[in-house]
């Protein structure tokens, strides 16, 4: 089947003209490396924080790493995250030495679960690492009620939660340490890039440090390096396009919270929004109750019902895209990776990851989007469920 409309990506960012001129001056200045770009950039996203100190860099993959390094986490370390969530998360404890601790998320938030990560705790446990999936957070009190009687670090991977926020506090205005991704998919971008939220000047010093070889400037104008660094800097560039980015965030949040209520009405399955019992079409929920405009909502994420149909989930993708309708999958099982092989995981371990792992499809969700292409979208899914129906 063939579609006389574009076809729709499942995410696209939105550069105006003033982003484009911003780009091309900072190109015609010569100066594209980390410059005064980055320093502007982490004043904004500083004062966006609350005034917490902010330190820029290249990926949100190098903010995780430089977190870990900055709660001393290495061999013999544990680290408790979920097995629902992007593979930077364990990749970055295994890089640095550490043990990933899986735990399962709640299959309606799709968020940690705060019950198995307190049995999880062990004497070698030394942070973690939640990630606020989709944009919706984790419950902060009992996160950080549950970090502080164990005397743990809180490396809060918000990649897909700039913008929201937790009673009316965002995120990374409050916690411990809070990194952020500005890839294209996410709600506001720097082309590649993201940032961490630190807790005090040494602590961002030492980011500093980290995020450039772990050089330090000596006095005669020579340089050492004190500890193993990498190179994570932000060009000038990509702070430019993110400061006229952040301009917009919040607009950019409310274009999406609107796109998802639209979505909520027209989707095509019957299914509550906490409806973790239902096969037929189970959504992330929309905040929690009196704080409904917390969630930021960077992706759409519905899990298909494939027991009413009769294909997999490539076949839905494939005659989706085949109208036009383009999809992803958002996130495998990080224990069932290769990767994590060695840790013993097999399937069955984490069912509620697993289940998302095998259900998921990422529709489309990005503010040049339209009501009418959100009715669109719903109209394909519903022609597919009737084609694949049993």
Request: net charge neutral; charged share 20%.
């Amino acid at each position: 089947m063939t579609t006389a409309l574009p076809a729709l990506p499942f995410a696209r960012p939105e550069f105006d003209e003033d982003t484009i001129a911003a780009v091309a001056e900072v190109m015609r200045s010569a100066w594209v490396a980390s410059g005064p770009h980055v320093l502007a950039f982490e004043a904004e996203l500083s004062a966006y924080c609350g005034g917490r100190a902010v330190r820029v860099m290249n990926s949100a993959t190098a903010a995780i790493e430089i977190a870990l390094q900055l709660c001393n986490i290495g061999p013999g370390d544990e680290v408790i995250l979920p097995a629902q969530t992007f593979f930077a998360a364990g990749n970055m404890v295994l890089k640095v030495g550490a043990t990933p601790v899986f735990v399962d998320v709640d299959l309606d938030t799709r968020n940690m679960n705060l019950a198995q990560t307190l049995a999880a705790v062990t004497p070698r446990t030394k942070a973690l690492m939640p990630t606020h999936f989709n944009g919706l957070p984790l419950n902060m009190d009992a996160l950080y009620a549950l970090a502080n009687a164990h005397k743990l670090r809180v490396i809060e991977d918000a990649a897909l939660a700039i913008g929201s926020s937790w009673r009316g506090q965002k995120i990374g205005a409050i916690g411990d340490l809070v990194l952020f991704s500005f890839h294209p998919n996410k709600n506001m971008t720097s082309i590649e890039g993201g940032a961490l939220v630190v807790n005090n000047a040494a602590e961002a010093k030492r980011t500093e440090v980290l995020r450039f070889h772990g050089i330090v400037r000596k006095a005669d104008y020579t340089r050492d390096v004190i500890e193993v660094g990498g190179k994570f800097n932000m060009p000038d560039v990509s702070a430019a396009v993110g400061r006229k980015q952040l301009a917009k965030l919040d607009g950019f949040c409310e274009k999406r919270r609107a796109l998802v209520a639209r979505y909520f009405e027209k989707w095509p399955v019957t299914s509550s929004r906490l409806g973790a019992a239902s096969d037929t079409g189970l959504l992330p929920h929309a905040g929690y109750p009196g704080d409904e405009t917390g969630h930021s909502w960077n992706m759409w994420c519905p899990l298909l019902p494939l027991t009413t149909l009769n294909a997999t989930r490539p076949q839905v993708m494939d005659a989706l895209k085949a109208r036009g309708i383009n999809v992803g999958v958002s996130y495998e099982a990080m224990h069932l990776a290769t990767a994590f092989a060695h840790l013993g995981h097999t399937r069955g371990d984490f069912p509620n990851s697993e289940r998302i792992a095998d259900q998921t499809v990422s529709l489309p969700l990005f503010t040049q989007m339209k009501l009418e292409d959100v009715d669109r979208v719903c109209v394909a899914v519903g022609e597919v469920f009737a084609e694949f129906a049993r």
